[in-house]
């Protein structure tokens, strides 16, 4: 019998033949751990018994969700990353790098890897083929201290995509759409495979993007196969020798396939407050909105930046909304500066943040007012993301969010471009 991505992964990690429902013991290839639950996973790490990590060079910590620091208690929090990865020499990741999940994704993460980090988006890396999984504190210090850890080897949904994208739709689009025909929990603990024909035109940033949202339908993991796209991609950062190609057996067996039509997709946005409550933009289109925010893990790369300046580009946002903007690293601003984009995104009225998690975190750098409306780039919605329990969130594409912040409205990107 055939094996998924998951299957085959898992298996080639663990030294067994593993099939869904058994569990593994598999070695790590990175543990990481960022600003906020970093700290947990330290204090969980002393209380262990351990005395020592099992490989500091592949155990990175990030600062990334509340940098810099907005509160005395957080910027405490931080010392205390900087100072463990500094006696136990672990890769650390300062103010302005930018998030995680980005900066594993250019640094770190190759197809065929096994992944997990304190922050439940670690699928992204997904979108490279690797195994990528979120864990609580207790799980991530005992595999920084042990260097393995068990897992379920989980069922497959095989999403199968046919077809390309209309204008004005992207893959945040069909990510919000597929969360929307399972449900928030429609896919528990299962893997999401992306396959189909659809694949050879999708971009790497975007194949991410739907990696990263692969959790919000409850899902462990998603997974892209490694192909040409992965080479190309990992060829232009350098890192072309970790690419290998990987794919399901062609008789895996799936617990169910889930068949996409991507001509038929129309922009959508997920309401307030779950991310499964995914209609048409064209059922809330005129919803005022008082801020816009385009970035995040979900949709802070380049080509998102670049999507949303192309509609930004000799206009102006409406006076009586604002517009944050968040590059995901560091790489991606400086690019996006080499490309004009910043200087788009500031001509049009918007506000720039250092890269890094800014709005999504709902700590700092535009958390909304009460009864104020946002929309959203990011990954959830839920009540009182974005610090305030008496706002609202609606989450969109990046072309969604661009034109929206224009008529300060919500808008759909199509109906915009027509005039």
């Known amino acids: 019998m055939g094996k998924t991505l998951a299957e085959k992964i898992l298996s080639a990690k663990s030294g067994v033949d593993a099939q ?19 700290p947990l996973t330290i204090q969980q790490f002393r209380q ?36 463990f990865a500094s006696e136990n020499g672990c890769p650390l990741y300062q103010v302005g790098d930018g998030i995680c999940h980005q900066l594993v994704v250019e640094q770190w993460a190759k197809p065929g890897d096994v992944i997990v ?7 992204t890396m997904g979108g490279l083929g690797a195994f990528a999984t979120g864990m609580g504190s207790t799980d991530i210090a005992i595999a920084m201290g042990l260097g393995k850890n068990w897992l379920r ?97 062609p008789d895996a067996v799936y617990e169910r ?21 995914v209609v048409p933009v064209s059922e809330v289109e005129g919803t005022r909105i008082d801020q816009v925010f385009i970035g995040s ?4 790369r380049l080509e998102d930046l670049a999507e949303a300046a192309g509609i930004l580009a000799g206009k102006s946002i409406n006076p009586r909304t604002r517009l944050i903007v968040a590059p995901a690293s560091r790489s991606v601003y400086l690019e996006a500066m080499a490309q004009g984009y910043l200087k788009t995104f500031m001509n049009a009225g918007a506000a720039i943040v250092n890269p890094g998690c800014a709005v999504c975190a709902g700590v700092h750098q535009g958390v909304l007012a009460e009864d104020e409306v946002c929309l959203s780039t990011s990954n959830r919605n839920f009540k009182g993301r974005m610090g305030n329990p008496d706002s609202r969130v609606y989450l969109a594409s990046p072309a969604t969010a661009a034109a929206s912040a224009i008529r300060g409205t919500i808008t759909s990107p199509p109906r915009f471009a027509a005039g």
């Open 297 to 300: 893990c979900t949709n802070g």
């Open 257 to 277: 396939v889930v068949e996409i039509d991507a001509e038929k997709l129309v922009p959508v946005v997920a309401r307030p407050h779950a991310v499964d409550q």
């Open 48 to 83: 262990s018994g351990l005395d020592r990590l099992a490989h500091p060079e592949s155990t990175p910590f990030f600062l990334d969700h509340c940098v810099p620091a907005p509160r005395r208690e957080l910027a405490n929090d931080q010392k205390l990353v900087r100072a």
């Open 117 to 123: 980090g304190g922050d439940s988006h670690t699928c």
């Open 153 to 249: 080897v989980p069922e497959s949904f095989l999403i199968r995509i046919s077809g390309r994208f209309p204008a004005g739709v992207g893959a945040k689009d069909l990510i919000l759409h597929v969360i929307g025909l399972l449900t928030a929990e429609g896919a528990t603990y299962k893997a999401l495979e992306f396959g189909g024909e659809s694949l050879k035109t999708m971009t790497m940033s975007q194949r991410l993007t739907v990696a990263n949202m692969a959790v919000e339908a409850g899902a462990k993991t998603g997974l892209f196969p490694s192909d040409e796209v992965t080479r190309s991609y990992l060829e232009r950062l350098g890192r072309g020798k970790c690419f290998q190609p990987l794919g399901p057996d």
């Open 20 to 38: 869904a429902g058994d569990v593994v013991i598999a070695p790590m290839d990175l543990v990481f751990a960022h600003d906020v639950g970093g």
